[in-house]
């Protein structure tokens, strides 16, 4: 987290949330752009995982996801999306399984046992961008899988704080 300038009281944060027994399922990172929201999200993850330093892209209990990401999709029609928002098929290959939209089932990470340790972690760059639709149609999708597993509980819970996070930002404006 050292290379975190001028966040102290967020780093604070998360130092004393990491520290304790209990932690939290969900954690949403908001602010402005270039802040160091996905970099402390990072740093943080790989404090929880205990990732050697400069290992995270590389570690296989820690998932990235972003909207750019379906510039290397195995779905030929992700590839020609352009990258504006987070679509199902892209969360359907990297964090949930299922069926995609060209009929092709992936494997769901998120239900997946650890490779490492006890726990994964999941970030969601920009998860502002998955749209309301994508929120419903994932907790259908988790609900019908695994509905009582607490993994899946904690993606739904927060899928939904993302959601109302969105919702109460676009009142807003």
């Known amino acids: 987290m050292n290379e975190i300038i001028g966040q102290d009281r967020a780093?604070?944060?998360l130092a004393a949330a990491s520290a304790g027994n209990r932690r939290?399922?969900?954690l949403i990172f908001s602010g402005p752009r270039g802040v160091g929201k996905f970099t402390s999200a990072v740093n943080y993850a790989s404090s929880l995982l205990k990732i050697p330093e400069g290992e995270h892209f590389r570690f296989a209990d820690l998932h990235?996801?972003?909207k750019e990401d379906v510039a290397w999709s195995q779905n030929p029609s992700l590839q020609k999306k352009k990258q504006t928002n987070i679509p199902l098929d892209l969360l359907r290959e990297k964090m949930i399984g299922g069926k995609t939209s060209d009929d092709k089932i992936c494997g769901a990470p998120v239900f997946m046992t650890p490779s490492?340790?006890?726990e994964k972690v999941f970030i969601?760059?920009?998860a502002e961008l998955i749209v309301e639709d994508v929120v419903r149609?994932?907790?259908r999708v988790m609900g019908a899988v695994h509905p009582t597993t607490q993994t899946n509980k904690r993606l739904l819970h927060a899928l939904?704080?993302?959601h109302a996070l969105e919702t109460e930002r676009s009142?807003?404006?």
Do not use: F, P
Request: charged share 30%; proline share 0%; hydrophobic share 40%.
């Open 11 to 13: 780093i604070a944060s």
């Open 64 to 66: 990235i996801i972003k």
């Open 116 to 118: 490492v340790g006890s």
């Open 171 to 173: 009142s807003r404006a």
């Open 160 to 162: 939904k704080k993302i």
């Open 24 to 26: 939290h399922h969900a």
């Open 124 to 126: 969601i760059d920009e």
């Open 137 to 139: 149609r994932c907790q």
